[in-house]
């Protein structure tokens, strides 16, 4: 039994470990540039401080989403790969779809 027990312990305090040490990564801004700026605010996971970050550089989501890049993804994939979930939904849903239409 306490053996059973001690594994179980050690279990959890390596889960939990992993998961604080995932939490805990940072981002640093490399320079003052707008695309920098837009990059961190994406990654904050915080939708107002992107579409306030946005304001002020006079851009729009859809053109940003478009056209700007973080660490070669676009912001969506960044995002997502950063977990900030809430920031990657709100630039889904302005994501331009395409799609391939054929003529018979």
């Known amino acids: 039994m306490n053996l059973l027990t001690t594994i179980i312990v050690a279990n959890v305090?390596?889960?939990?470990?992993?998961?604080?040490?995932?939490?805990?990564?940072?981002?640093?801004?490399?320079?003052?540039?707008?695309t920098t700026e837009i990059c961190m605010a994406v990654a904050s996971n915080k939708p107002i401080k992107l579409i306030t970050a946005l304001r002020n550089n006079r851009l729009n989501i859809t053109k940003a989403n478009k056209s700007i890049h973080c660490n070669g993804m676009t912001l969506e994939a960044f995002g997502e790969k950063h977990h900030a979930v809430n920031t990657a939904t709100q630039l889904q849903r302005y994501q331009i779809k395409t799609e391939l239409y054929t003529s018979l």
Do not use: G
Request: charged share 10%; glycine share 0%.
């Open 13 to 34: 305090i390596t889960l939990s470990a992993n998961v604080s040490a995932h939490q805990t990564q940072k981002l640093v801004a490399a320079d003052n540039n707008i």
